[in-house]
T-cell receptor
Framework: DVKVTQSSRYLVKRTGEKVFLECVQD?????MFWYRQDPGLGLRLIYF???????EKGDIPEGYSVSREKKERFSLILESASTNQTSMYLC?????????????FGPGTRLTVL | QKEVEQNSGPLSVPEGAIASLNCTYS??????FFWYRQYSGKSPELIMS????GDKEDGRFTAQLNKASQYVSLLIRDSQPSDSATYLC???????????FGKGTRLHILP
């Protein structure tokens, strides 16, 4: 079974704090993704990575950065948390099988910024 | 035009009936299509993927793809209360290979 884990299920931080969200997958997947999910807005892609030390901006990268130093780990960083970054954060990883790339999600981190 | 569209629902279906969920997409070059189920407060879980025109069956679930009409649907036979969830349609873009998610349809199975 594919296993994607995230460091915290719930997190409460204060405005201005630096926040680290960690994601680890144990299936040797090349591709990893960070999304946020908000009511009425659906899933929005923040950043993704197709290889170690590689990163690409998604649709809403502002206010976020990422780090991928090892293949299995993809970190999302909120440099200075703001209240509008209160959201559910979902990490996903994917691999190419039969020519198709399928994403599998971690359990999510619900972040509240006060 | 939104890239992947779903009716937000809620769609209410009696227990034991067939639930039909629909999704349309705008990118005619899309090749891969996915259905995810998401329970409240949980992360999306992949339940079906389909790549070719026609039907693909897996247990009580059937995915249907019509590329000419640019829609993909999910049928759930013998609906159970445990099927109550939000169902997300996802499409791999033919332009840049990114997966684009619809906003989901809330399904409520009435006991």
């Amino acid at each position: 079974d594919v296993k994607v884990t995230q460091s915290s299920r719930y997190l409460v931080k204060r405005t201005g704090e630096k926040v680290f969200l960690e994601c680890v997958q144990d299936m040797d997947h090349e591709n990893m993704f960070w999304y946020r999910q908000d009511p009425g807005l659906g899933l929005r892609l923040i950043y993704f990575s197709y290889d170690v030390k590689m990163k690409e901006k998604g649709d809403i990268p502002e206010g976020y950065s990422v780090s991928r130093e090892k293949k299995e780990r993809f970190s999302l960083i909120l440099e200075s948390a703001s209240t509008n970054q209160t959201s559910m954060y979902l990490c996903a990883s994917s691999f190419l099988q039969g020519g198709v790339d399928t994403q599998y999600f971690g359990p999510g981190t619900r972040l509240t910024v006060l | 035009q939104k890239e992947v569209e779903q009716n937000s629902g809620p769609l209410s279906v009696p227990e034991g009936a067939i639930a039909s969920l629909n999704c349309t997409y705008s990118d005619r070059g899309s090749q891969s299509f996915f259905w995810y189920r998401q329970y409240s407060g949980k992360s999306p879980e992949l339940i079906m993927s389909i790549y070719s025109n026609g039907d693909k069956e897996d247990g009580r679930f059937t995915a249907q793809l019509n590329k000419a009409s640019q829609y993909v649907s999910l049928l759930i036979r013998d609906s159970q209360p445990s099927d109550s969830a939000t169902y997300l349609c996802a499409v791999r873009s033919g332009r840049d290979d990114k997966i684009i998610f619809g906003k989901g349809t809330r399904l409520h199975i009435l006991p």
